[in-house]
Each structure stands twice: as structure tokens, then as C-alpha cells.
């Protein structure tokens, strides 16, 4: 008898410890920020600073420490350029937690949680679409979940990995990149503290024959030791791209020689339509990408030191596969 009180105290303290990503999670977070309600989170709108919002939530109820400017936010003012509307300049945020590990290095988590809004601010690829509502399920509430499940599992998680976490979500990406461009240029973490870049961008509709791409292979020589530790029959499928540039935010740190790795499971026929709704995304698979997510962050935990990346080959990416329209946006 004692020796099964025992067993099952045991395995409760286990299940403290385990967190595992969860469907559950993820339609939440998805059928919240792409409902009509928010009107497809355009920059400058007050769903948009709803959005926010309610990441800024998360990111409290999983006691990340703000590391904005302002609280969790940092504030800054983004500029419509493909089309004319009088309020061309609009006020923008990146939303930022901090998971402090106590360590000396730190891997950046991020996902931009704009989109176009009602159509009014230009990108749309569906006719006659202005004044329609984009919810974005795809682009980019996916990232977005996934950015606030790794949140919730690392922080929640009761153990101590020896990187911090750098969570943010980035304003203005439509626009430009505009949120982790400015981010980058005022930081408010130190960026030579920062090991490598993970960024989400349309993670919500696998392509389970082409498999995701991970962007950014070649950015760092290490990756290649941490991808010869996955074992490919355990995760969805994917397929790697040497180059770290391409149409999200990453770009803004790869620019800043960080190391990066973008993960995007490709076009469709709702990319920048008003067809973009949260019950067209495969959560399952939304899921298993995540999961080989976390399993390439936790292998960069113990891999080489800095600098991670390896400056020499900056000039020397091969860019393998920029055929898909939706990377060069």
C-alpha cells in the first residue's frame, strides 16, 4: 500500500513537470485573434491594439517579466506606403516578455500579430476586397499561438533551461517588417547576448507531402549539428534553406548577424484574402511543428559557443528555394 501512495506521488510530481503542447491552446488563441471581431488586426486599429492586448495577457498570466518600454510594450509609429489614406502614419507595438533563466545567453522566440485589417491598407490579393474583413488565421495567428504555447511551456515548465527567453510579438510585419526592424535598431535587450533567432510566419496549413521549411539552415554552422539530432521519423515532415533573408522577421536580426530560423509552411489559395479563417487551419499539425520547434531549441541549449554564427559564409548563402511568392511579399 505504501508503495503505491508512494508510486502515485511520483507520478504526480512528473506530471508537474510535463508540459506538452496542446491543441486546446492553440484553437484558442487562433479563433480569438482571427474572428471578425478583430477585424483583421490592421495596423493602427483598436482591434489591433486589442490583439496586443490580449497577448500582453499571456504573457502576465506566465509571469514573463515586461521588457518593453512601456510595461510589455514598445511603442513606435509605422507608415502605409502601398496605398494613399489619409492616416498614413499609424501607431504601432511590439509586445515583449522575458523569461529570465539567470543564464548568460538568450534564444529569441517571435511571430508578428498584424495583419491587413479590413483591406484598406493595401497587400490584399483578393478581388474588390476593400472594406472586407482579413482575419489572417494563417498569417499570422498561427505564429502567434505558437509563440504563446512556447511561452506557456517554457515558462511553466519547472525547470531551468540554461538559455533565457526572449518572447515578442512583433507589430507592423505587413507594413514591413517595420516592428522587429525597429526593435533591432532599439533594442531593449542586449543583442550580443542573444544565441540565435526563432520567428513563426504561417505555420497553420502544412503541406504534409512538401513537409515545413526552416528557413535559415545556413546562418549558423551549429545548426547542423543540432539538426543531426533530430530524428525525422519522430516530427512532421521539413525541409531546410540555407539563406537567412526572406519576406518576415527574422530578416531584421539576420541582418544584425544573429543566427535565425524561420519556420512557414507555404502559400494558398487564401494567403492575403478574406478566406484566411481560423477552421481552415490543421492544428494537429500546427502542433508537430512546434514540437520539432522545441526540440531544435533544446538542442542549441549545449551547442558551441559564441559567436554561434560563423561570419565567413555570410556572403556565401545559397538561396534554395525563394519560389514561393509569399517569402519575397
Same mark, same amino acid.
Not at 510566419?201 to 503541406?207: A, C, P, Y
Given at each position: %500500500?505504501?508503495?503505491?501512495?508512494?508510486?502515485?506521488?511520483?507520478?504526480?510530481?512528473?506530471?508537474?513537470?510535463?508540459?506538452?503542447?496542446?491543441?486546446?491552446? @492553440?484553437?484558442?488563441?487562433?479563433?480569438? !485573434?482571427?474572428?471578425?471581431?478583430?477585424?483583421?488586426?490592421?495596423?493602427?486599429?483598436?482591434?489591433?491594439?486589442?490583439?496586443?492586448?490580449?497577448?500582453? $495577457?499571456?504573457?502576465?498570466?506566465?509571469?514573463?517579466? =515586461?521588457?518593453?518600454?512601456?510595461?510589455?510594450?514598445?511603442?513606435?509609429?509605422?507608415?502605409?506606403?502601398?496605398?494613399?489614406?489619409?492616416? $498614413?502614419?499609424?501607431?504601432?507595438?511590439?509586445?515583449?516578455?522575458?523569461?529570465?533563466?539567470?543564464?548568460?545567453?538568450?534564444?529569441?522566440?517571435?511571430?508578428?500579430?498584424?495583419?491587413?485589417?479590413?483591406?484598406?491598407?493595401?497587400? $490584399?490579393? &483578393?478581388?474588390? $476586397?476593400?472594406? %472586407?474583413?482579413? #482575419?489572417?488565421? +494563417?498569417?499570422?495567428?498561427?505564429?502567434?499561438?505558437?509563440? !504563446?504555447?512556447?511561452?506557456?511551456?517554457?515558462?511553466?515548465?519547472?525547470?531551468?533551461?540554461?538559455? #533565457?527567453?526572449?518572447?515578442? &510579438? /512583433?507589430?507592423?510585419?505587413? !507594413?514591413?517588417?517595420?516592428?522587429?526592424?525597429?526593435?533591432?535598431? #532599439? =533594442?531593449?535587450? +542586449?543583442?550580443?547576448?542573444?544565441?540565435? %533567432?526563432?520567428?513563426?510566419? %504561417?505555420?497553420?496549413?502544412?503541406?504534409?507531402?512538401?513537409?515545413?521549411?526552416?528557413?535559415?539552415?545556413?546562418?549558423?554552422?551549429?545548426?547542423?549539428?543540432?539538426?543531426?539530432? *533530430?530524428? =525525422?521519423?519522430?516530427?512532421?515532415? /521539413?525541409?531546410?534553406?540555407?539563406?537567412?533573408?526572406?519576406?518576415?522577421?527574422?530578416?531584421?536580426?539576420?541582418?544584425? +548577424?544573429?543566427?535565425?530560423?524561420? /519556420?512557414?509552411?507555404?502559400?494558398?489559395?487564401?494567403?492575403?484574402?478574406?478566406?484566411?479563417?481560423?477552421?481552415?487551419?490543421?492544428?494537429?499539425?500546427?502542433?508537430?511543428?512546434?514540437?520539432?520547434?522545441?526540440?531544435?531549441?533544446?538542442?542549441?541549449?549545449?551547442?558551441?559557443?559564441? =559567436?554561434?554564427?560563423?561570419?565567413?559564409?555570410?556572403?556565401?548563402?545559397?538561396?534554395?528555394?525563394? &519560389?514561393?511568392?509569399? @517569402? *519575397?511579399?
Amino acid at each position: %500500500m505504501k508503495n503505491t501512495i508512494l508510486f502515485t506521488f511520483l507520478l504526480l510530481g512528473l506530471c508537474s513537470y510535463a508540459q506538452e503542447i496542446e491543441v486546446k491552446n @492553440l484553437k484558442k488563441h487562433v479563433y480569438f !485573434l482571427a474572428s471578425d471581431r478583430m477585424k483583421g488586426r490592421g495596423t493602427g486599429s483598436k482591434q489591433n491594439q486589442e490583439a496586443a492586448k490580449y497577448i500582453t $495577457s499571456q504573457f502576465k498570466k506566465y509571469k514573463l517579466e =515586461p521588457l518593453g518600454v512601456n510595461g510589455y510594450y514598445q511603442d513606435f509609429e509605422a507608415k502605409v506606403r502601398k496605398v494613399k489614406v489619409t492616416d $498614413s502614419i499609424r501607431p504601432a507595438r511590439n509586445v515583449i516578455g522575458f523569461l529570465d533563466n539567470k543564464a548568460a545567453k538568450t534564444v529569441v522566440i517571435g511571430a508578428h500579430y498584424d495583419h491587413l485589417g479590413e483591406g484598406k491598407q493595401g497587400s $490584399s490579393l &483578393a478581388k474588390d $476586397s476593400y472594406g %472586407m474583413i482579413h #482575419n489572417g488565421a +494563417d498569417d499570422n495567428a498561427s505564429g502567434v499561438a505558437g509563440l !504563446l504555447e512556447l511561452a506557456r511551456v517554457y515558462s511553466q515548465n519547472n525547470i531551468k533551461e540554461p538559455v #533565457n527567453f526572449l518572447f515578442i &510579438a /512583433f507589430g507592423a510585419e505587413e !507594413l514591413g517588417l517595420v516592428g522587429s526592424r525597429y526593435f533591432v535598431k #532599439n =533594442p531593449t535587450y +542586449d543583442l550580443n547576448k542573444v544565441l540565435w %533567432m526563432l520567428n513563426m510566419d %504561417m505555420i497553420g496549413r502544412l503541406n504534409k507531402e512538401r513537409g515545413v521549411s526552416i528557413i535559415g539552415y545556413g546562418t549558423s554552422p551549429e545548426f547542423e549539428t543540432i539538426f543531426k539530432e *533530430i530524428d =525525422p521519423n519522430k516530427f512532421v515532415k /521539413f525541409y531546410t534553406g540555407y539563406e537567412g533573408r526572406g519576406g518576415s522577421d527574422q530578416t531584421s536580426f539576420y541582418e544584425k +548577424d544573429i543566427p535565425v530560423l524561420f /519556420f512557414h509552411t507555404g502559400g494558398h489559395d487564401d494567403y492575403h484574402k478574406p478566406t484566411d479563417d481560423a477552421d481552415k487551419i490543421d492544428y494537429e499539425s500546427l502542433k508537430g511543428i512546434l514540437e520539432l520547434e522545441k526540440a531544435i531549441v533544446d538542442g542549441s541549449f549545449n551547442v558551441g559557443s559564441m =559567436p554561434f554564427r560563423n561570419t565567413d559564409q555570410k556572403n556565401n548563402f545559397l538561396v534554395t528555394f525563394f &519560389a514561393d511568392c509569399e @517569402l *519575397i511579399r
